[in-house]
């Protein structure tokens, strides 16, 4: 086995690959480094994970906040005392989800699939990393306006949020969100918001000369639009203005239970890992911007599966895609905002809460699951079952998982490792 060392992914992880003259074989993957997030857990009180939990991740700290808080609330909800939340937190909460999403798809783009197309011989263009850089602090720069700093914020609570934004502070938002639009269609899309978001088919992008474009013309080229077919399956577990939870089997959707979700030792023969991989019903999905998208009814990248199916090229291109509806989204919950409401609703004293409680949030790479147990506020128990944990298993030759299946056949390491980071690897994530 080859082994590849992948880096720049919050961590690190190993890449083995067997080979011969037809391309990729076999894979597997090892995240190497143990950190125990959940033990540390163990034995505090709930509200201590509201600051330990961000921590998690450098990248999803908001989304690891938002599953405690939610999990917690579950728990409330169980022990027969549930929180009531003001429309105003829940909007909140959501806006600043939602802006984390947009800094991680644009870093994700320019930082690391545009420099990574020209290892496999294209042609770059200048500037990326600082585009990405400009956008991401952007989006953060907003976030941190009511969420007070990013990362590793812990502003929500069970019960709402703790911060009162004033309507000068709104306004402020607006403008930098305005801002942030308007780099996405000068630079990223090459088109206005609307137009974008009505493109019907792959066609549409011949005439941008934006990097969205220069993107799906270098992805054409790497041949990426029959390359890097997972299993055509994927999964939906948050419940959000802009998506809801479904399973999703080619293009057909279905109704799913969370309670079915299981976890399982990864399988490297060649080092150990401490990752952990999940199913759903005993089955391998794919998460993540695709299949919120493919849970949806956007037009364009319909067009996209059924042209290339679950291939590279539309993982990514349907990632660069979800920006322009994240954004969209965005502007609505921060306009329809309402200031007058309270920000946190007192709930009952933790020390009463005994029960279990589940939070589900969909961060960047897909769904997020915190699963805690309490004894009078104090966490007897605490599980946390992250994206990348879904996308980038490892298991045996004969049963896959999503970014397994998707490297087989690869001609190369380069084009493996490639098709490796169209899932968007993040190894603290996976081994928490």
């Given amino acids: 086995m080859n082994k590849t060392l992948i880096d720049r992914i919050e961590g690190e992880a190993s890449l083995y690959l067997k ?47 938002m599953a405690t808080v939610r999990a917690i609330e579950s728990a409330y909800a169980a022990a027969g005392t549930p929180v009531a939340l003001s429309e105003k937190a829940e909007r909140i909460r959501e806006l600043t989800l939602l802006l984390e999403m947009v800094q991680n798809h644009f870093k994700w783009l320019y930082l690391v699939i545009l420099p990574e197309l020209e290892s496999l011989g294209g042609s770059g263009r200048t500037q990326t990393p600082l585009k990405g850089a400009f956008a991401a602090q952007l989006a953060t720069k907003i976030l941190a306006l009511f969420a007070g700093q990013w990362p590793h914020s812990s502003y929500m609570l069970p019960g709402g949020v ?25 630079e990223t899309a090459g088109t206005s918001l609307d137009a974008l978001l009505g ?49 999703v089997m080619c293009t057909r959707r279905y109704s799913i239970e969370p309670s079915h979700v299981s976890t399982e030792a990864a399988y490297c023969p060649d080092e150990r890992t401490y990752a952990e991989n999940v199913r759903y019903k005993g089955a391998f999905f794919e998460t993540g911007p695709l299949a919120r998208i493919m849970a949806g009814d956007v037009g364009l990248v319909k067009n996209m599966h059924r042209r290339f199916k679950d291939s590279a090229y539309t993982r990514i291109m349907a990632r660069v895609y979800e920006i322009a509806l994240l954004l969209r989204h965005a502007k609505t919950v921060l ?27 969909e961060a960047p790479r897909g769904p997020l699951m915190h699963r805690v147990r309490l004894e009078k506020g104090t966490i007897a128990s605490y599980k946390i079952i992250t994206p990348t944990q879904w996308n980038l298993g490892s298991s045996t030759p004969d049963d896959p998982a999503p970014a397994q299946r998707a490297m087989l056949g690869s001609k190369s390491e380069a084009e493996a490792a490639f098709i490796f980071r169209s899932f968007d690897v993040c190894s603290v994530c996976t081994t928490h």
């Fill in 199 to 247: 493109f019907e088919t792959c066609k549409a992008f011949n005439a941008l000369s934006s990097d969205f474009g220069h993107l799906e013309r270098e992805l054409i080229r790497a041949g990426m639009q029959h390359k890097g077919m997972a299993h055509d399956r994927f999964m939906v577990l948050g419940e959000h203005g802009f998506t809801h939870p479904h399973k």
């Fill in 335 to 361: 306009h329809t905002l309402s200031l007058s409401e309270p920000s946190f609703v007192p709930p009952a004293d933790l020390e009463t809460v005994t029960g279990e409680g589940i939070g589900i949030v």
């Fill in 19 to 65: 080979m011969d003259d037809t391309g990729v074989t076999d894979a597997s993957i090892a995240f190497p480094h143990h950190r125990g997030m959940e033990r540390m857990l163990e034995g505090r009180k709930a509200t201590d994970a509201l600051v330990i939990t961000p921590r998690v991740c450098g990248i999803c700290g908001h989304a690891h906040l």
């Fill in 162 to 186: 703790t911060c009162d934004p004033t309507h000068l502070e709104r306004v402020r938002a607006m403008g930098m969100l305005d801002e942030l639009i308007m780099f996405f269609e000068r």
